[in-house]
C-alpha cells in the first residue's frame, strides 16, 4: 500500500501574499482560494481528476496555506529543498528570491556547506541547494 503525498501546508498570516510569493518562485498557479486557504500545484499538474492508481501516485504533491494568527517562533522542524539545473545560474536564482522579499537565515549551518538557507516572507526557512540535473 502506498499514499500519495497529496500537499505541504504552511502556515501564513497573509496567505493571498505568500501563496502568490511562493507560486512565483515555484512557476506554480492558483487553483483554489478563498479566506481560509490558498492552495498551488505544478503548472503542469493535473486540477482534473485522475483516476488511475499508478498516475494518481506519480501526482506530485502542492502546496495549502492557511491563517493563523501566532507569528513564527522558533526553527522549522520540517523545510523545503530548492535545487536550480545545472544549466541555470545559481547564485542570480538566490539573487532573484532575495530581491523578492526572501532573506538570509543562520540555522546553525557552517559557512562551508553547498547550499544557502533563506527565509521567506513570513520568516519560514528554506534551502537552495548546488545546481545539479536529477
Known amino acids: 500500500m502506498a499514499l500519495r503525498w497529496y500537499t505541504t501546508v504552511i502556515d501564513a498570516h497573509d496567505i493571498a501574499t505568500l501563496s502568490r510569493w511562493w507560486a512565483q518562485t515555484l512557476d506554480w498557479q492558483i487553483v483554489y482560494e ?3 486557504e490558498v492552495a498551488i500545484i505544478p503548472k503542469w499538474g493535473a486540477e482534473d481528476r ?3 492508481l499508478a498516475e494518481w501516485l506519480r501526482s ?5 496555506f492557511v491563517p493563523v494568527p ?6 522549522n522542524r520540517l523545510h523545503i529543498d530548492l535545487a536550480p539545473h545545472k544549466s541555470q545560474d545559481r547564485d542570480a536564482e538566490v539573487a ?3 530581491e523578492r522579499g526572501a532573506t538570509h537565515a543562520d540555522v546553525g549551518q557552517s ?3 553547498t547550499w544557502t538557507v533563506l527565509a ?3 520568516g519560514n526557512e528554506f534551502c537552495v541547494l548546488s545546481a ?3
Open 132 to 134: 545539479r540535473d536529477r
Open 60 to 64: 506530485g504533491p502542492g502546496m495549502v
Open 50 to 52: 485522475i483516476g488511475d
Open 70 to 75: 501566532e507569528g513564527k517562533t522558533v526553527k
Open 120 to 122: 521567506d516572507p513570513e
Open 111 to 113: 559557512d562551508d556547506v
Open 96 to 98: 532573484a528570491l532575495l
Open 34 to 36: 478563498d479566506d481560509e
